[in-house]
Structure formats: C-alpha cells, structure tokens
C-alpha cells in the first residue's frame, strides 16, 4: 500500500484548538467560523478503534470525499456542502514544524463550521448487513414494513424497488447510534429539517449509485451527515462523502443475489479471507474476523499485516475505481 507508517494521531495543540476527536478524525478550530478536519490511518470496527492503522488511509478518504463532493455539486446545482479547501492554511504553514506539515498534506481538509444536526442519514439500496437482519426476524427495516417486487420477500442482498432511507440517532462518543423510523427524525431535528435532509439524502444516493454504477461498482447503502447554515436556514452536506468507511461498496462484475457481497469498504475488517479470482477483493462472510478470532468489541487488538496490506488495496482499488484517477502506490501521490 505505502512505505511510510500510518498516521495515528495529530497533535496541533500547541497551534490550533482541538474541538473534538473522534474514531478517525482530529476537529481543530480555524476561527470562529471554520474548522480544520484532520483525517487519520485509524480504523475502527465494532465501535473500538484498532490498535494499528491502514497507511495512506485518511489520504485516500480526504481525496474521495473531495472527488464526490465536486462531483455531486455539478449533478445537483443546489447542493450545498462544508468544504473550502484541501490546503494547508498559510498561516498554519508558517508556524508548523517540518514533520506536522508533512501529516496535514493532503488528510487535512478546511470546512465551513455549521450546526450538526444529531441524526446519521442512511440509504440503503439493497437488503444487506442489519437491515437484512431485522428483515429476516420482523420483516421491516428501521420499523418500515417492506417486501420485494409482487410482494414477495425479499432475498438477502437484493435490491430494493426503490431506495430506503433509515436514520439512526447521532450518539455521543463511547455510545451507539440508534436505529430510528424516518418519523421519529421529525421528532430529534424537527419536521421541515427532516423532510430536506431525507429529500437530499435520497437524491445523492440516487445519483452517486448511478455514477458508481457506470465505474463497476455497487452502492449498496450509505451514511451522510448535514448541517443547518444558521445565515440561510439551509441544510448542508458536511462530513466524509460516499467513502469505504462510510458506505458498502460491491464489485458489480460479482453481484449475485442470495448471501453476501464482495467488499470493497471496510467490512473486509468484518469478514474472513478467501480469495477472489475476479477482482483483488476478499469475500465477506459471517461470522466475520474479529467475532471468529474472539476479539470483536475489544479494546487494543492489532490487525495482522495482511489483513492490513489487503485492507489498503481495496481502498485505492475503490479510490482508482470511482475517481478513475491513478494511486502512485510509492510515493502516496495522485497521478
């Protein structure tokens, strides 16, 4: 994947306000109005961060989510989003020593500061991970009574007649989000916020997966956050942006109905390894590596090396893929 270690942890204590830090971003305030999002190598799975990272990870999902968030901007004019810039403010430049700088380049992204509404605003466009299992044991998905085309149940992995949206509660740190129906989101943001953040998240989804699409590879479900530009009352795209950390990602060239998907995200943390003879991909299977190995839920396990070299090319697989730009895999410059 890349020759130098994973970035773990920034510190700009001593030059920035840290705001928050979360399983694998650092939050630090520009001003008032503008937050500094650091994106690390950490990774998490099961709500515990791992003890050691993926390298050249937060690069890859900093340049991603810079990639959709233009992307989406020319296929939905009116969309509104947080993003100012990939540079290093100058400022910040000049008072940073040598290896800093080197951290922030390219996994530092400057963003607008707004209010985050608590609610995580998934899509799903195929019955898969605990959607599926709710399905399988009440038939609904977030509470929604659902079924497949005629009526029929629905098989695990399929698409669905249309795609879903099912909200879960935001949690703070060291809690779980909660799976919520679309109408209690009404209740935690209000009516008029809650019908904008649906309408959106469902036109992203719709055209982010048509897009996907035409580069082999299968959104099966999303999560996207908004905020509230308190100036406008407009409700904006903020966050990472259609990511393996954020999303489920198919190779379309293996889709098959009926169990689970080859992955290109990071549920390859949550399966075994069995090699695929079509594509550099691994499939997921259950019960996945860390319930087998008795480590899910905690706290310190390190990755072997190889689940984390393969880890890391499925994400520049998926990187190369959608952006349909070159990773240079020794230098962790885009070509």
């Known amino acids: 994947m890349d020759s130098e270690p994973p970035v773990l942890q920034t510190d700009l204590r001593n030059y920035l306000p840290l705001i928050a830090s979360g399983k694998v971003?650092?939050?630090?305030?520009?001003?008032?109005?503008?937050?500094?999002?650091?994106?690390?190598?950490?990774?998490?799975?099961?709500?515990?961060?791992?003890?050691?990272?993926?390298?050249?990870?937060?690069?890859?999902?900093?340049?991603?989510?810079?990639?959709?968030?233009?992307?989406?901007?020319?296929m939905i004019p009116t969309l509104r989003t947080h993003f100012i810039s990939l540079s290093i403010p100058p400022t910040l430049q000049q008072s940073l020593p040598p290896h800093l700088l080197s951290q922030l380049e390219h996994r530092c992204m400057q963003v607008h500061r707004f209010k985050v509404f608590p609610i995580?605003?998934?899509?799903?466009?195929?019955i898969t991970g605990s959607a599926w299992k709710e399905y399988t044991e009440k038939n609904t998905?977030?509470?929604?009574?659902?079924?497949?085309?005629?009526?029929?149940?629905?098989?695990?992995?399929?698409?669905?007649?249309?795609?879903?949206?099912?909200p879960s509660t935001k949690a703070e740190a060291g809690a779980k989000d909660e799976n919520i129906?679309?109408?209690?989101?009404?209740?935690?943001?209000?009516?008029?916020?809650?019908?904008?953040?649906?309408?959106?998240?469902?036109?992203?989804?719709?055209?982010?997966?048509?897009?996907?699409?035409?580069?082999?590879?299968?959104?099966?479900?999303?999560?996207?956050?908004?905020?509230l530009d308190d100036r406008t009352d407009e409700v904006v795209l903020i966050d990472e942006v259609l990511t393996p950390d954020s999303s489920r990602f198919w190779p379309a060239c293996s889709y098959k109905v009926g169990g689970p998907q080859e992955s290109f995200d990071k549920q390859y943390l949550r399966g075994l390894l069995f090699s695929s003879p079509i594509l550099s991909v691994f499939v997921l299977t259950l019960p996945d590596w860390l319930t087998n190995n008795g480590l899910k839920g905690k706290e310190g396990v390190e990755l072997p090396e190889e689940v984390v070299k393969k880890?890391?090319?499925?994400?520049?697989?998926?990187?190369?893929?959608?952006?349909?730009?070159?990773?240079?895999?020794?230098?962790?410059k885009v070509r």
Request: glycine share 6%.
């Open 25 to 74: 971003r650092e939050i630090y305030e520009l001003d008032q109005s503008t937050l500094l999002f650091v994106t690390t190598d950490r990774v998490s799975a099961y709500d515990v961060i791992l003890k050691n990272g993926i390298p050249a990870k937060g690069f890859l999902l900093s340049l991603l989510s810079v990639h959709w968030i233009t992307l989406l901007q020319t």
């Open 120 to 126: 995580e605003a998934i899509v799903r466009g195929y």
């Open 141 to 166: 998905v977030h509470g929604i009574q659902l079924s497949g085309p005629n009526g029929r149940k629905l098989i695990e992995s399929e698409r669905l007649v249309k795609p879903l949206y099912t």
């Open 181 to 227: 129906h679309p109408d209690s989101a009404a209740d935690i943001v209000g009516v008029t916020y809650a019908k904008r953040i649906q309408e959106l998240s469902l036109e992203i989804y719709e055209k982010a997966a048509a897009y996907a699409l035409t580069c082999g590879i299968i959104i099966a479900d999303t999560k996207f956050e908004f905020g």
């Open 311 to 332: 880890t890391g090319e499925k994400y520049i697989e998926a990187y190369e893929k959608l952006s349909k730009r070159a990773w240079d895999h020794t230098s962790s």
